[in-house]
């Protein structure tokens, strides 16, 4: 618990704003987590349709779109790249649950702190 002369240190404006900015930290957290999740369900489905399309001809035509550029290439060709942003993607994920935990952890402090009722 914090002592008084700790919370009369900050004015309530203050207080107020670093409430805001830390739950809107939170927010922005969350909301790119969401955006991850959402590009790795894409990325498995995908993954598991050109893996179905392996087995039948893995030399099929498949189009990747690499900076803004359609490129023709093979099944083949497609999975192992797809594979590999998929696993960027996981960590990029698990960094960002990681960091939210931790800013929920310091929010969650913070309004304690300053006896924030949420």
């Keep these: 618990m914090a002592s008084s002369s700790q919370q009369s240190s ?3 404006q203050e207080i107020s704003i670093e409430f805001n900015t830390r739950r809107n ?7 790119k987590i969401g955006e991850l ?4 369900e894409e990325h498995v ?3 598991q ?3 179905e399309a392996r ?5 099929r ?3 990747r779109m690499i900076g803004g550029t359609l490129a023709e290439r093979t099944v083949d060709e497609v999975l192992p790249a797809l594979n590999t942003n998929l696993t960027g993607i996981k960590q990029a994920l698990s960094q960002l ?11 969650i402090n913070f309004q304690r702190e300053f006896n924030i009722k949420g």
């Excluded at 930290?25 to 909301?31: K, N, R, T």
């Design 61 to 63: 035509k498949c189009f």
């Design 37 to 40: 999740e959402q590009d790795a």
């Design 45 to 47: 489905l995908v993954t």
């Design 97 to 107: 649950i990681q960091a939210y935990k931790t800013k929920e952890n310091q929010f």
């Design 25 to 31: 930290e939170l927010q922005s957290v969350a909301q």
């Design 49 to 51: 349709t050109l893996e």
């Design 10 to 12: 900050k004015s309530n």
């Design 55 to 59: 087995k039948v001809d893995p030399a």
